[in-house]
């Protein structure tokens, strides 16, 4: 894979083989989402960052510009809400910390959203975004992503349940509050912390989220 890889064993409690309260293991890597399986246009595709930047500009990539980005590979388990982990992954992408770097968020910005095809989003903690493990996968254990598992990128932030990993992302929003996601609006947890296994939105603590 890519030019600077910058090899990242264990960032985390994820990548520790060690499965979370009330999660299994699982042979395989199943496809699960909401809705159908976008078609990848390379000639329209861009990834966006928007919202509360520091400097107030938008900033844009194309396909061939993004795929140029420096490169990092996080190993990581990834823990799905519906109970399966799949231990051991090697997400091979461009971190999330690259990408602040290039686009730095305002000072006020607490959170972010990444938002996909169709809609699809996920809110995220901004310390949970720019985690060492956050990465904007594009291939796994060596291999690009199929269409099904998100190809051309996803979203991988292994210390949070999966469905904080928006498949076909497309754009990342900096916001200075934090707002609701796809499944965080639909029953899910506002956090999703599978240590403390943070499944559903009646769970939440004060202060966990925004109403419901
Ligand atoms: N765009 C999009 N991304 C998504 C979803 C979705 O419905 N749409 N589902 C999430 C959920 S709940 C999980 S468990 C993982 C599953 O990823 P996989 O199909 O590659 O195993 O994708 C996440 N990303
Ligand atoms: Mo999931």
């Known amino acids: 894979m890519g030019q600077s890889e910058n090899e990242q064993a264990r960032a985390h ?6 499965f979370p309260p009330g999660q299994r293991a699982q042979r395989g890597w199943p496809v699960l989402h909401y809705g159908p ?17 520091a400097s107030g500009e938008k900033y844009s990539w194309n396909h061939e510009q993004f795929t140029a980005l420096p490169r990092s590979t996080v190993t990581a388990d990834f823990h799905c809400v519906t109970r399966f982990t799949m231990l051991g992954s090697r997400w091979g992408g461009i971190a999330a910390t690259t990408l602040l770097a290039l686009a730095p968020p305002a000072p006020e910005v607490t959170h972010v959203m990444a938002w996909a095809e169709y809609g699809y989003s996920a809110n995220l903690r901004l310390a949970d975004f720019a985690d060492a493990s956050t990465v904007f996968a594009t291939h ?3 291999d690009p992503l199929t269409a099904e598992h ?5 979203l991988v932030a292994p210390m949070l349940y999966a469905w904080k990993g928006p498949k076909w992302v497309r754009a990342i ?11 965080e ?5 506002n956090l999703g912390d599978p240590w403390s296994e943070q499944r559903y939105s009646y769970q939440e603590e004060p ?6």
């Open 185 to 189: 609006e639909r029953g899910y947890h």
């Open 173 to 183: 929003e900096y916001m200075t509050a934090d707002r609701r996601g796809f499944w």
């Open 207 to 212: 202060g966990d989220g925004p109403e419901p």
């Open 140 to 142: 796994r254990n060596g």
């Open 13 to 18: 409690p994820d990548g520790s083989g060690r």
């Open 37 to 53: 399986v976008p078609r990848f246009k390379p000639l329209s595709w861009d990834f966006q960052i928007f919202g509360a930047t």
């Open 150 to 154: 998100g190809f051309p990128v996803r």
